[in-house]
């Protein structure tokens, strides 16, 4: 060996002395550097998901993003290929379909155009493009994606279910297995898997999958979801064992009221594992009467009440082949059960941010609390130790008292209480299971041992949304009040759009989503998120059009048809479309539209909407503390205006689907309802018959006033907000549009106002009281730190965070053009106010980075862009006085800035994508802004 060792370092010697001689380019000790090309494609997904092993679809869209070194890059044509193995597709043969060299711009939402997939098929993709500037990118890197099953009779499971009397709401989570053994070597397999109930699935000892209350919340009865997993690397040639654990969850656990058993009385699972060997034959695993059942630790589990789990009664072990399960017993198999099985569309929930012990106080009353800093949904895991058969419990409350107690009256009858028995004098790791919380405080009753983060961490669980948007100025209470909105946001989107997680509701509350989507297209990509809940609002809208409250539906069926609410039927579909581009939705949900505004037509009279209930500007201002002391808005007025909007979002659709029948038909309706409500609401002067902020921002806002008395009705809308000394009295309809009315009727300086007021009511008054999410009313907690009705008086809901819309799209001003939707075509025009000096802005769109960042020094105005490949921008640049330079540049040399132009005191240009910088100085006037 050492003579062949010393052979090899001669030759390597003498190959360096040659190179060096003749000079020849030698890679010793150095890395060959590989150019990266000018034009390159990334982040391939379909149907907004990357890699997915269950699509539906029959024609799956595709998305990309182009990465560029250049300005102005435009995608000119795209070309995208298709294959059933990987690396065959990059070698170009075996292909199964391609689009050939396509003449456009379009990088999302192509669709799939090759043969028909069939169930379970798996196939790869690539794309490469060209841009304006001639040169090709080369091909991206291969994805995937994988057909679900497509037809009912792809199933061969049978449902399961155990036969205890003791299978009721509240009881214990019964525990299926079964053994099976597998004969060859394995390829590939797959676990097709739904439930009665909520599920845990576990493979020879391990957890399958990282996500939480599978299959997730739908209309059960109309749409259950199924989940796919990729168990290739938990199986093995021999035996295998597979264990699944089911909890009430939301099909038969406690709701609103305490009604149980909403969607069926017994639980149940339905599995099927899909094995496929390297000798190309398959196996398939199903449930069947075969599989055995018993009960274990958890011996209660719901959202509402939390966690009974009595370590005692563990069954080490229960989910491989080698556990003996003398004693369990068979399971009944129930063919009655019919299902309308789809695959999971939205993002699964999941565990996220940890957060640790942010101190350990002892309250008045005695009580040992646990502050983790951030009102939070998830849950606590804890490493303790305690002696077998001692119960430790934990209580978890949004807020402590003004005496510094712990809080829970506002929580009305959901315990959110775990109970941990333990089950030996060691060290002892526990987290729930079937439940979560919505806490920043935690009490812990029954241990008095040391509390540190080794021991105590709280988990955040909410949907897989990636965080897109992020927003910072220089004011620090704006910037915490950013923090609460994507912390409300994150709490309460837990596979559907809940109005709070904490007390006994936690419900897919309409209004409360519809005043919040825009606001959370910017924060999050809820894409899937909404895609998904939207077809459930379908498949619960009654048959004449009505809307219900909440979606999925758990009320009563009289429970429908709101103003405000029910219009979330047209609002989310059309937020989603101008967020993401998506026509889809659209085309999805147009029949749900149509029939919603269907529906107010059939219960208007002379165009009015004037019968029903409706809940009204929810949770506006009631104080007498002012003058006026009187913020209440007609229902009527407000439920006539939302009329209107939603036949114009009607209109929009339409328009965008090419059904110009009904363009022409429902424009002329629109008409009419607006004619209505000037004859029933609106003086001649133009003076409303609600003189509150609200009634005059709905009629701004969607335009229900002729142009010439528009004006008139701004400056009375300011009157008002002056007449509270520019605090805000709106409530949740009026809410999400007042500073967008203000900024749109060049009231921007009030707007800034409303969002810099520190007292009650504003948006700054719960910051200052130390909030760390929205709170559900102004004065959750009053001026004298006592509390709001605990009947209703949630410490974590969105609804008010919707100002998060106006400040991105308005401070640091990155908005669509409607006509270009998805962030196409970018506007970039930021308005100064509020003392700021800095403001700035990214938002990760289906395109790439969306960049705003402007600050003022010394009257110095600086804004920085980005603009991601094939989008253009137009930037308006506020209060111009002299010569604006780009990147040290005049702006009129810049040959990718062009149709320069003047707007009063503003500059506005057309920009094509690559990074700008913009100095210039400011008028006068805005030199304190």
Same mark, same amino acid.
């Given at each position: ?235 093995? @040639?021999? +035996? ?5 654990? =089911?909890?009430? $969850? &939301? ?5 609103? #009221?305490? %009604? *149980? ?53 563990? @069954?080490? +072990? ?5 556990? =003996?399960?003398? $004693? &369990? ?5 129930? #063919?009655? %059960? *019919? ?53 430790? @419990? ?536």
């Amino acid at each position: 060996m050492n003579y062949i060792a010393s052979r090899v370092v001669r030759k390597k010697v003498l190959f360096i002395i040659i190179a060096v001689l003749f000079g020849f380019k030698t890679t010793v000790a150095q890395k060959k550097v590989v150019p990266v090309p000018p034009l390159r494609v990334e982040n391939l997904i379909c149907e907004y998901k990357t890699n997915p092993i269950a699509i539906e679809a029959a024609n799956p869209r595709l998305s990309w993003k182009l990465l560029a070194q250049q300005r102005n890059v435009i995608q000119t044509a795209y070309e995208i290929r298709v294959g059933k193995n990987a690396v065959s597709l990059t070698k170009g043969k075996n292909i199964l379909w391609t689009s050939g060299k396509v003449a456009s711009d379009q990088s999302v939402h192509v669709n799939y155009a090759g043969p028909a997939l069939a169930s379970r098929q798996k196939v790869y993709w690539q794309v490469r493009v060209w841009n304006n500037y001639g040169q090709a990118s080369p091909w991206s890197m291969v994805n995937s994606w994988k057909m679900g099953l497509l037809h009912p009779e792809d199933w061969t499971a049978q449902w399961i279910q155990n036969n205890y009397d003791s299978d009721t709401t509240g009881g214990p989570s019964p525990m299926f297995r079964k053994v099976f053994k597998l004969n060859h070597n394995i390829r590939a397999a797959h676990l097709y898997v739904t439930a009665h109930g909520v599920f845990e699935a576990q493979l020879n000892g391990k957890r399958i999958g990282n996500d939480y209350f599978a299959p997730g919340w739908t209309s059960y009865n109309k749409r259950l979801q199924y989940q796919v997993y990729d168990v290739t690397g938990g199986l093995k @040639k021999g +035996n295998n064992a597979v264990g699944v654990t =089911i909890g009430d $969850g &939301w099909y038969r656990g406690y709701t609103y #009221n305490r %009604i *149980k058993n909403v969607y069926g009385k017994k639980l149940a699972l339905l599995f099927q594992l899909e094995v496929l060997y390297t000798n190309g034959k398959r196996e398939i695993i199903t449930s069947d009467k075969s599989w055995k059942v018993s009960y274990g630790a958890i011996r209660s589990s719901s959202f509402f009440d939390g966690e009974l789990y009595d370590a005692r009664n563990e @069954k080490p +072990n229960w989910s491989t082949a080698t556990y =003996i399960d003398k $004693g &369990w017993d068979s399971v009944k198999v129930d #063919n009655t %059960i *019919k299902e309308n099985l789809v695959t999971l569309i939205g993002p699964p929930v999941k565990k996220h941010e940890q957060f640790f012990p942010l101190k350990v106080l002892t309250t008045p009353e005695g009580d040992r609390v646990v502050d983790f800093g951030q009102n939070l949904v998830g849950w606590v895991k804890f490493k303790l130790k305690g002696k077998a058969g001692d119960t430790l @419990k934990l209580y978890h409350a949004e807020v402590l008292d003004q005496k510094g107690n712990f809080y829970t009256k506002n929580l009305r009858t959901a315990k959110q209480e775990i109970q941990y028995i333990f089950k030996s004098d060691s060290v002892e790791t526990y987290e729930p299971h079937f439940t979560f919380q919505g806490f920043r405080f935690l009490k812990i009753v029954g241990y008095s041992g040391v509390i540190d983060s080794t021991n105590v961490v709280a988990n955040a669980l909410y949907s897989d949304m990636a965080q897109t948007g992020t927003f910072s100025t220089s004011n620090p209470l704006v910037n915490q009040l950013q923090h609460n909105i994507l912390w409300g946001q994150k709490g309460n989107f837990i596979d559907v759009p809940t109005d709070c997680p904490q007390r006994d509701e936690r419900m897919g509350w309409t209004g409360d989503a519809q005043a919040f989507c825009r606001t959370a297209t910017f924060n999050m990509d809820v894409a899937g998120f909404f895609t998904k809940w939207l077809k459930d609002l379908s498949a619960d809208q009654h048959k004449d059009g009505a809307v219900p409250y909440v979606i999925p539906n758990m009320l009563d069926s009289t429970l429908a048809a709101a103003s405000g609410w029910s219009d979330v039927a047209t609002i989310a579909p059309w937020n989603i479309y101008l967020a993401y581009g998506d026509k889809q939705v659209l085309e999805q949900q147009y029949e749900s539209m149509k029939a919603w505004v269907g529906y107010i037509q059939l219960h208007s009279r002379n165009y009015l909407w004037d019968t029903g209930n409706h809940f009204g500007d929810w949770l506006f201002y009631a104080g007498t503390d002012y003058a006026d002391g009187a913020a209440l808005t007609d229902k009527n007025l407000i439920a006539q205006a939302f009329y209107a909007h939603s036949t114009q979002l009607l209109i929009n659709a339409a328009t965008i689907l090419g059904k110009e029948e009904d363009v022409t038909k429902y424009t002329g309706l629109l008409a009419n309802i607006k004619k209505a409500f000037m004859g029933e609401y609106v003086t001649p002067n133009g003076r409303m018959i609600s003189g509150t902020q609200t009634s005059y921002v709905l009629a701004l806002n969607f335009d229900m006033l002729p142009e010439n008395l528009r004006e008139s009705a701004a400056k009375r809308l300011v009157n008002n907000i002056e007449d509270y000394d520019g605090h805000i009295t709106t409530g949740f309809l009026g809410t999400p549009y007042i500073c967008h009315v203000l900024s749109r009727f060049g009231h921007t300086d009030m707007a800034y106002e409303l969002l810099m007021k520190e007292s009650y009511p504003s948006w700054l008054y719960p910051v200052k009281n130390g909030a760390t999410t929205i709170w559900e009313r102004w004065d959750g907690i009053k001026p004298d730190k006592s509390f709001e009705d605990p009947g209703m008086n949630s410490f974590n809901h969105y609804a008010y965070g919707a100002i998060g819309d106006w400040m991105y799209r308005v401070i640091t001003g990155i908005n669509t053009d409607e006509a270009a939707p998805g962030f196409h075509k970018i506007i970039i025009a930021p308005h100064l106010g509020g003392k700021l000096t800095s403001a700035q802005a990214e938002l990760e769109t289906l395109y790439g980075k969306i960049k705003s960042a402007w600050t003022i020094d010394n009257g110095i105005f600086t804004l920085d862009i980005i603009v991601p490949p094939n989008t253009t921008a137009q930037v308006v640049l506020p209060s111009v006085t002299d010569q604006i330079t780009e990147s040290g540049l005049d702006i009129n040399t810049v040959k990718e800035i062009t149709n320069i132009a003047k707007e009063g005191n503003d500059e506005q240009m057309n920009i094509g994508s690559g990074t700008y910088h913009f100095v210039y100085t400011l008028k006068v006037k805005n030199k304190k802004s």
